[in-house]
């Protein structure tokens, strides 16, 4: 699985290039390394559970600069990919840099939940943007209080079968719709 993280300075970053890069390098092995203006792309495809916020947030107290980080989630080839980063990189212009300092498609779609559009749809939705069963499903259990058992009578279908789908979406997306606050956006995306 394909994975990327954008490290964005409010300052030019080729200063602490070399810094950030050898810091990440030591958790993670990078395929390849991008560096713009203002930010540093780093591609990997191992699964991790380092917490980019404690580094990025030690790495801001260690050479006192602003930086901000964003994670994303998995892909299964390099388009998709290179298409997501596209669309994270417009949306990233449209929150305020000090805002936040760990950003991923949560924190993303949370910052920008009054501007909800087709596109972050198509981003957020993956491949069940137009599966009615899945959505239908998700939708009646998250109007069901999250009831599993209540959801899966009013679907006629076993609780393990929804369950089942619950998971699937989850391991899609990144967005687990048992936990309230996943459940929220994606309520409100359903709108």
């Known amino acids: 699985m394909l994975r990327y993280l954008i490290i964005e300075s409010k300052n030019e970053i080729k200063s602490d290039e070399q810094m950030i890069v050898s810091i990440f390098s030591e958790f993670i092995n990078f395929d390849r390394i991008e560096t713009e203006q203002k930010a540093i792309h780093l591609y990997y495809q191992q699964e991790t559970d380092v917490s980019f916020l404690d580094i990025i947030l030690n790495m801001m107290s260690d050479t006192l600069s602003d930086l901000r980080i964003y994670v994303s989630f ?35 779609l949370k910052a920008l939940l009054d501007k909800v559009d087709s596109e972050m749809k198509k981003f957020i939705f993956r491949k069940y943007l137009n599966d009615s069963v ?58």
Not at 91 to 108: A, E, H, T
Request: net charge positive; aromatic share 14%; hydrophobic share 40%.
């Open 74 to 108: 998995q892909f299964d080839n390099e388009f998709d990919l290179n298409t997501h980063k596209d669309f994270i990189q417009r949306k990233l212009q449209m929150i305020p840099f000090n805002k936040y300092v760990y950003l991923d498609d949560k924190v993303i």
């Open 134 to 191: 899945m959505q239908e499903s998700i939708k009646i259990y998250l109007e069901s209080n999250q009831n599993m058992s209540l959801a899966a009578k009013k679907l006629y279908v076993h609780r393990n079968t929804l369950i089942q789908r619950l998971d699937k979406f989850h391991q899609t997306t990144g967005f687990d719709v048992r936990v309230f606050s996943d459940a929220y956006l994606i309520y409100h995306l359903m709108k």
